[in-house]
């Protein structure tokens, strides 16, 4: 387990040097207007919560390739012992767990685009609001900008819960 770690740390860490430094590439060559103050956050927001997003991914799949096959073949042939019937029977409802499994797999993937997005409106919200810090201050808009930023955090509770009951099914 301990080798297995190492190795997938190291393959990920890789993994992620790369993409990192090409996705930056990319952002360097963008035509000059993509840089606008609403447009970078989203940039960021993109930049920070996708690499995260992949990094997990990479550790499940990586982590799942050398594992899982190893268990599935021990329980294949611990079940085969025990009730070759069973086994079968167990064969036949596969397919129907898997499109389950891919249903749920989807709508995890449109609530985690849902929540990018509302964290691209946070990062926006605040930049805006702290890049116009005087005006604010001047026109005593606090309160009117911590409800406008407490609302993209609620939606952002809201998805974040949701994206919990999709998980945990």
């Known amino acids: 387990t301990v080798l297995q770690d190492v190795i997938l740390s190291r ?17 360097l060559r963008l035509d000059l207007a993509m840089f606008d103050e609403d447009r970078r956050s989203k940039l960021l927001a ?12 990479l550790r499940v799949v990586f982590g799942s390739l050398t594992r899982e096959p190893l268990k599935i ?3 294949l042939a611990g079940a085969a012992f025990i009730s070759w019937r069973l086994l079968g029977l167990s064969l036949l409802v596969f397919p129907v767990g898997f499109l389950l499994i891919r249903w749920f797999g989807n709508k ?4 985690d685009r849902e929540s990018m997005s509302a964290v691209a409106e946070l990062y926006t919200r ?5 890049a116009g810090i005087a005006v604010v201050k001047s026109f005593t808009g606090e309160s009117y900008e911590l409800r406008r930023l407490a609302e993209v955090c609620h939606v952002i509770r809201r998805r974040g819960e949701r994206m919990a009951i999709f998980k945990s099914s």
């Open 73 to 75: 073949c021990a329980c």
């Open 108 to 111: 995890i993937r449109n609530a």
């Open 46 to 57: 993109r930049l920070t919560h996708d690499i995260d997003r992949v990094t997990g991914g």
């Open 11 to 27: 393959v990920i860490e890789r993994v992620l040097y790369r993409l990192r430094t090409k996705l930056f590439r990319r952002l």
């Open 126 to 130: 605040a930049a805006n609001s702290l």
